[in-house]
């Protein structure tokens, strides 16, 4: 009896040890869409198009830096991660999440739902439909994602001229 005791302890004590380590436990969903993607800028304007590369480097697990440039371009973005399905949506973060959408990202967005929700967003991080009912509006624009079966990245910049805004979308393949 005191040995089926001592077992029971064991187990149920590796079970909360093992529960604990996989909560703090983040995917490394930036590793999946680190690399060059060779591709085309085309622009809203003149709908032409030019040669352009997109270097994806990984921040942290769930945060990737964008440097796209081309032959008249070269800008670098931070973006958050959100797993979609066969796709990996994007969001801007920090002070460009904010510029565009008027507050703050809150602090709680890994934390929405139930408690097994809570569970799962701990162990597989926040998804793309959390994202976007902890943090967005109906109608909140966003600009970019990776189809993660044909290992593409497509997103689109934002520009403002002296005369009008205009569009640079960027489309290419790791």
């Given amino acids: 009896m005191k040995t089926i005791k001592i077992v029971l302890g064991i187990a149920l004590a590796s079970a909360i040890a093992s ?21 085309a800028l085309t622009s809203s304007l003149s ?3 030019i040669a352009a590369i997109a270097e994806i ?4 697990n769930n ?3 964008v440097h796209c440039y081309g032959a008249d371009l070269d800008t670098t973005l931070s973006l958050g991660l959100y797993p979609d399905g066969n796709m990996m949506r994007v969001c ?14 809150s602090a709680n967005n890994q934390m929405m739902g139930s408690s097994n929700q ?16 902890a943090e967005h509006k109906p109608g909140d624009p966003h600009y970019g994602y990776f189809d993660m079966n044909a290992k593409t990245f497509s997103y689109t910049f934002n520009f403002m001229s002296a005369q009008k805004s205009y569009t640079r979308q960027f489309a290419g393949k790791r």
């Fill in 19 to 39: 529960c604990s380590m996989n909560q703090s436990v983040r995917p490394d969903l930036s590793s999946q869409i680190t690399g060059t993607y060779k591709g």
């Fill in 47 to 49: 709908q032409t198009s």
């Fill in 57 to 60: 480097t990984s921040v942290n």
């Fill in 63 to 65: 945060n990737i830096q």
């Fill in 92 to 105: 801007l973060t920090g002070n460009d999440f904010e510029n565009q959408y008027g507050h703050n990202m």
């Fill in 118 to 133: 809570m569970m799962e967003n701990m162990s597989n991080g926040t998804s793309w439909q959390q994202h976007m009912s």
